[in-house]
Nanobody, 123 residues
Framework: VQLQASGGGLVQAGGSLRLSCAAS????????MGWYRQAPGKAREFVAA????????YFPDSVKGRFTISRDNAKNTVYLQMNSLKPEDTAVYYC?????????????????WGQGTQVTVSS
């Protein structure tokens, strides 16, 4: 499974960005998908997760109400819509895919990772 993330960039505080992650390869094995982020000097942080059907989504309190996650299984793509961005959202954002039927929120639950896309929010 290969994951290609895109859509990062520079945005002012209060602005929006939409990240995309296209999956290819043995995609039939993929169930849940997620997004993580990592700021310099910090651990990788869970941002969002979505079930295979798209019916269940999970967010930490830090982004709840501002970020949404969705997926288009016909296009093998998952999206992260980020609104009301804050400078503390600045990080490299990674998409991830899991074989597990249960939606994962821990890093260890994901077997496949994309290359990351930089999101920078200026104040």
């Amino acid at each position: 499974v290969q994951l290609q993330a895109s859509g990062g960039g520079l945005v002012q505080a209060g602005g929006s960005l939409r990240l995309s992650c296209a999956a290819s390869g043995s995609i039939a094995s993929i169930n849940g998908m997620g997004w993580y982020r990592q700021a310099p000097g910090k651990a990788r942080e869970f941002v969002a997760a979505i079930s295979r059907s798209g019916g269940n989504t999970y967010f930490p309190d830090s982004v709840k109400g501002r970020f949404t996650i969705s997926r288009d299984n016909a296009k093998n793509t998952v999206y992260l819509q980020m609104n009301s961005l804050k400078p503390e959202d600045t990080a490299v954002y990674y998409c991830a895919a899991s074989n597990s039927i249960r939606v994962q929120t821990a890093v260890e639950g994901y077997a496949y990772w994309g290359q990351g896309t930089q999101v920078t929010v200026s104040s």
